[in-house]
Nanobody
Framework: QVQLVESGGGLVQAGGSLRLSCAAS????????MGWFRQAPGKEREFVAG????????YFADSVKGRFTISRDNAKNTVYLQMNSLKPEDTAVYYC?????????????????WGQGTQVTVSS
């Protein structure tokens, strides 16, 4: 069983930055692919970014390319989402997820474990 705990959400003005963290339990964290998803009210959960188990391969939704970066620290069992140049349309609950297969996917149903989510609100 893997537990994921997100932190770092909050209220920020448009153009600002936030860094989300996701701390994972388990001794095999380094083998998991990790993803960040978000869900705005009335919308489906959507893929934001993902990072492979080795850490060298990263993937981003077109809507966040050039603004968000994803990284991981396997020694700390933590994955990060650095969000810059935030826009009001980035407002959502952000979730991290783990895929034990190690393969990054943009499909939410490919992931095995989920955190409880952290709210990000970007004011205009």
């Amino acid at each position: 069983q893997v537990q994921l705990v997100e932190s770092g959400g909050g209220l920020v003005q448009a153009g600002g930055s936030l860094r989300l963290s996701c701390a994972a339990s388990g001794r095999t964290f380094s083998r998991y692919a990790m993803g960040w998803f978000r869900q705005a009210p009335g919308k489906e959960r959507e893929f934001v970014a993902g990072i492979g188990w080795i850490g060298g391969s990263t993937y981003f939704a077109d809507s966040v390319k050039g603004r968000f970066t994803i990284s991981r620290d396997n020694a700390k069992n933590t994955v990060y989402l650095q969000m810059n140049s935030l826009k009001p349309e980035d407002t959502a609950v952000y979730y991290c997820a783990a895929d034990v297969s190690g393969r990054v996917s943009s499909r939410a149903n490919e992931y095995d474990y989920w955190g409880q989510g952290t709210q990000v609100t970007v004011s205009s």
